[in-house]
């Protein structure tokens, strides 16, 4: 069983940063996918950036690309994701994603192809 832990949400003004963290324990294949997730208020859930390690590939939702950076630590137990830049209509709450097998560009931000999941990072940015 894979557990996933998110940490790092807040509230920031627009303009600035924040780096949420994604501590995963329990067993992991080495093909695998890891992603996060965002959701605002009233809005489906929908795939902001994903990280496979078939060749340490990374996927971007369009909204974020050239802002955000998805990144994993050599020892395969965290999943961050670095907010900059970043802009009101970013505030949701974050969701730390993960499954077995890699992910590829036409199906990264599918939530059904998730197996793990976890409670959420709530960030918050004001104009």
């Known amino acids: 069983q894979v557990q996933l832990l998110e940490s790092g949400g807040g509230s920031v003004q627009a303009g600035g940063s924040l780096r949420l963290s994604c501590a995963v324990s329990g067993y992991l294949l080495n093909a695998y996918c890891m992603g996060w997730f965002s959701q605002a208020p009233g809005k489906e859930r929908e795939g902001v950036a994903a990280?496979?390690?078939?060749?340490?590939?990374?996927y971007y939702a369009d909204s974020v690309k050239g802002r955000f950076t998805i990144s994993q630590d050599n020892a395969k137990n965290t999943l961050n994701l670095q907010m900059n830049s970043l802009k009101p209509e970013d505030t949701a709450m974050y969701y730390c994603?993960?499954?077995?097998?890699?992910?590829?560009?036409?199906?990264?931000?599918?939530?059904?192809?998730?197996?793990?999941w976890g409670q959420g990072t709530q960030v918050t940015v004001s104009s």
């Open positions: 990280f496979t390690s078939a060749n340490n590939y990374t």
């Open positions: 994603a993960a499954k077995q097998y890699n992910c590829y560009s036409g199906s990264w931000s599918h939530q059904d192809k998730y197996d793990y």
